[in-house]
């Protein structure tokens, strides 16, 4: 079976399904897989943001959704919570809060974010309780496992899976590679 | 490390060896009893290793991606059935963790995922089909999560082949 296991790529392309910082054209695209509960990915999120920094206009982020559920009981709803947040155009709004308080999220404090960025609050709480959200945070999931996803935070740098260390300096240098690359 | 004809991991083609262990403490999985559908054997080191990157959890997690093919899926380790367990309530499991315990490792050599130096099974994937036949195996770096891709991979082969 020609399956590479050595090096998995992007199963689902990005689109305008996905929730993306940066132009589209960006030179490099990079896509995380994460979960809100997870500290890993609490621990990547200012690494990103750093990066984002860095690299300006020349860089894409697109966050896809991979909740744990089994160790995280909040992760599926925190990720919700963030779709909900989407669909009144404040994805990023609420991750970044998420992020920001992975000690806080239980529904109760997922609607005082709602409150907090300024979300039409029946609509949140009927949209986070609906299976709309839990069906695309599953879509989500689902091209993850095929994308060789295999924990959290996972990320893939122009649709190659980037299998170093979530630290600063080497995810910065592999991003800076995958933009050099470009330009040859 | 050496690598012996015997210690190599059973390939495509290949009849799975049957098994027979005890997946907690009262109660025992069988490949024999899952015959008629495929099935998924996950040898693992050892229960409880990092949380996030857990392999088990993961699959866990992916059990409604693997019923889609009607699969099983069964994690095997030479933890005891009490560890096993332990493992499973922690990760709240919902598939079997079969102990290759007693005689240790036995299951594991029979697949040639056995490592002698560590005295554990290796990290290997095997994906059977509904025959009894290994259809796709794989051995992961021991400290590599191999994920699901090539499992679901290897079942949507099937399928298309059964199609």
């Given at each position: 079976m020609k399956l590479d296991q050595h090096a998995p790529r992007l199963a689902v392309p990005v689109s305008a399904r996905d929730h993306a910082q940066g132009p589209?054209?960006?030179?490099v695209t990079l896509v995380e897989y994460g979960d809100y509960e997870c500290p890993y990915c609490g621990k990547a999120y200012p690494v990103v943001k750093a990066i984002q920094q860095r690299m300006g206009d020349s860089l894409r982020f697109v966050f896809r959704n991979f909740p744990i559920?089994?160790?995280?009981?909040h992760a599926g709803v925190a990720a919700q919570a963030a779709e909900a947040a989407a669909a009144q155009g404040k994805f990023w709004e609420m991750h970044d809060l998420l992020y920001e308080n992975q000690d806080g999220l239980a529904e109760v404090d997922l609607h005082q974010y709602a409150l907090k960025i300024g979300l039409e609050i029946y609509r949140f709480d009927a949209d986070l309780s609906s299976e709309i959200f839990a069906r695309r945070v599953r879509e989500d999931f689902r091209g993850g496992l095929r994308s060789?996803?295999?924990?959290?935070p996972t990320f893939f740098i122009n649709a190659v899976r980037y299998n170093g260390e979530k630290e600063l300096d080497p995810l910065l240098a592999a991003v800076q590679g995958a933009a050099e690359e470009k330009k040859e | 490390m050496t690598s012996t004809q015997e210690n190599d991991i059973l390939a495509a083609g290949t009849r799975a060896p049957d098994f027979d262990l005890p997946?907690?403490?009262?109660q025992r999985v069988s490949l024999r009893s899952l015959r008629g559908r495929p099935v998924i054997l996950a040898f693992y080191p050892?229960?409880?290793?990092?949380?996030?990157?857990?392999q088990m959890a993961l699959y866990n997690e992916s059990l409604e991606e693997f019923a889609e093919y009607d699969a099983h899926i069964v994690g095997v380790s030479v933890d005891g059935p009490w560890c096993h367990l332990a493992y499973a309530k922690d990760r709240k499991l919902k598939f079997p963790l079969a102990s290759d315990f007693e005689p240790k490792g036995e299951v594991s050599r029979a697949y040639g995922v056995y490592d002698e130096k560590w005295g554990t099974s290796k990290r290997a994937l095997f994906v059977i089909d509904a025959e009894g036949i290994i259809r796709w195996s794989y051995l992961s770096p021991?400290?590599?999560?191999?994920?699901a891709h090539g499992i679901l991979g290897a079942l949507d082969e099937m399928k298309e082949h059964a199609a």
């Open positions: 589209a054209d960006a030179a559920n089994t160790v995280h009981e060789g996803v295999n924990g959290t | 997946a907690g403490p009262d050892a229960d409880f290793s990092p949380v996030c990157g857990d021991i400290d590599e999560n191999p994920g």
